[in-house]
């Protein structure tokens, strides 16, 4: 892990937001001090009341609406409801953190983990694995920037994921990435495809909204 201490000296509060993605300051956990955060930080009962993510030992918190949250969830009862038939691996929500590398933890929105990935040795889980989801899904907040996504496009990437997608929660959306540079649009028209991290599993992007969008029956 790099902090900011092993760093130039002379890096200013501007240098570390653009490194961490230009992401707004108020996501930025000033205590502990930027560059000092640790992973016993992240899973401090301190910080239990906000998701963070941990760069460059600087705790980041992430950014998720209560809209962004009905659509992650429907996504995961979706795949949960595949994976009974089709037992290929797990799913993880939002707080479900992943190290991609040293001092590297992300937590996508929703993640895929397919059982080859897994240790067969491992006694027990532990809080946090060092493993790349498969397909991670980041559903876009306001705050979110694009530097901070292309940023972690790459590290999802190079941590060995192999399907990336961004949903645009509010244009509708969606952006399917299979390496950082090739990547397919997918309008509320159109199907999005699992595989090959998920052969057999598809979602109209229209049910996936207009389920997220659904209004209880008045009683």
């Keep these: 892990m790099t902090s900011i201490a092993s760093r130039q000296t002379n890096e200013t509060l501007a240098d570390l937001i653009r490194r961490l993605g230009s992401v707004p300051p108020d996501r930025i956990a000033a205590y502990p001090p930027p560059g000092s955060a640790s992973e016993h930080d992240l899973l401090s009962p301190r910080t239990m009341d906000r998701l963070y993510e941990l ?3 600087v705790l980041v918190e992430k950014a998720m609406g209560y809209y962004e949250s009905i659509l992650a969830g ?4 979706l795949l949960r409801n595949f994976l009974d038939v089709h037992p290929l691996g797990t799913v993880l929500g939002p707080d479900g953190m992943l190290r991609l590398a040293p001092g590297l933890i992300r937590a996508p929105d929703v993640s895929f983990i397919s059982w080859e990935r897994f240790p067969s040795d491992e006694a027990e889980p532990k809080p946090i694995p060092d ?7 980041e559903i876009l907040s306001v705050s979110n920037t694009i530097p901070e996504m292309d940023r972690k496009l790459r590290e999802y ?6 399907l990336i997608w961004y949903v645009d929660a509010h244009l509708k959306p969606v952006r399917v990435y299979t390496s950082p540079t090739e990547y397919t649009d997918f309008a ?3 199907t999005l495809d699992g595989a090959p991290v998920l052969p057999g599993f ?8 207009s389920r997220a969008e659904r209004q209880p029956s008045p009683a």
Excluded at 157 to 162: D, K, L, T, V
Excluded at 202 to 209: C, D, G, N, Y
């Design 55 to 57: 760069v460059d030992g």
């Design 74 to 77: 429907v996504l995961i009862q």
């Design 202 to 209: 598809k979602l109209s992007v229209r049910e996936w909204f």
């Design 157 to 162: 990437f190079a941590a060995g994921s192999r």
């Design 188 to 190: 509320e028209d159109d």
């Design 131 to 137: 493993l790349a989801p498969d397909l991670a899904v």
